[in-house]
């Protein structure tokens, strides 16, 4: 039993209400960035070739959705580990989440945005500034659970999750190099997130080779 400081802060509600909240405000969000791919107006398309031009103007779309989508995903499939290392939330926590579900809303609006104006490169700089938020305030989360280890379950210790934080990093500093990119007039900076596979599998590699050993 937890006495003293120790005793984390009562919020009023248990942990699966915000788990709940949470999965629920990244199933949304992941949902809408279909809305972003619109379908063109029957009356204005006659021929089959019209159509497939049609179909290929919606080609930045559609990549702005994959990536997206797929960044969203690693994203809750990070936060969810996180959440069940956890035995309690704080008012803290809490916050920093409040702020991460803020800015996680936001990504259908800039996805959208940005493959509207695939050619300009503020428009991709306006998507990854987004990413590199939400990608912050979730590395700040699995920060604060190891500055706080109250928190977590009884077979888990800080020190477990330098793994999971090493992986939360990529998205935001993938971010950063975007933004870089797209400021410096590189078009489609944000195929950059593109390279989240590739940093994953090399960040694996070196654990596979120590566990084969």
């Known amino acids: 039993m937890m006495e003293g400081n120790d005793r984390p802060e009562s919020i009023g509600f248990s942990k699966s209400r915000f788990e709940a909240l949470t999965d629920g ?38 990549v702005h959705y994959v990536i997206a989508f797929f960044i969203l995903h690693g994203m809750w499939v990070s936060h969810h580990v996180l959440s ?11 916050e920093i989440n ?17 493959g509207d104006f695939e050619d300009i490169s503020l428009a991709a700089v306006v998507l990854e500034a987004n990413l590199l938020v ?12 190891a500055r706080t280890p109250h928190l977590l379950s009884p077979e888990f210790t800080p020190s477990g999750l330098a793994v999971g934080m090493q992986k939360t990093a ?38 596979l080779r120590r566990e084969a050993k």
């Open 25 to 62: 405000i990244f199933a949304i969000a992941m949902t809408l960035l279909v809305l972003g791919l619109a379908v063109p107006a029957a009356g204005t398309i006659r021929t089959s070739t019209g159509l497939i031009e049609a179909l290929m103007g919606l080609f930045p779309d559609f």
């Open 84 to 94: 069940r290392r956890m035995a309690f939330i704080d008012r803290r926590f809490l």
């Open 98 to 114: 409040l702020w991460l579900l803020m800015a996680i809303c936001l990504i259908p609006f800039t996805t959208s945005f940005s």
């Open 134 to 145: 939400v990608g912050i305030l979730l590395l700040l989360q699995w920060q604060y659970v």
């Open 170 to 207: 990529v998205t935001p500093a993938v971010s950063v190099l975007g933004i870089a990119l797209a400021l410096l007039g590189v078009t489609w900076s944000t195929a950059v997130y593109l390279l989240i596979p590739v940093i994953f599998w090399a960040m694996k590699t070196p654990r």
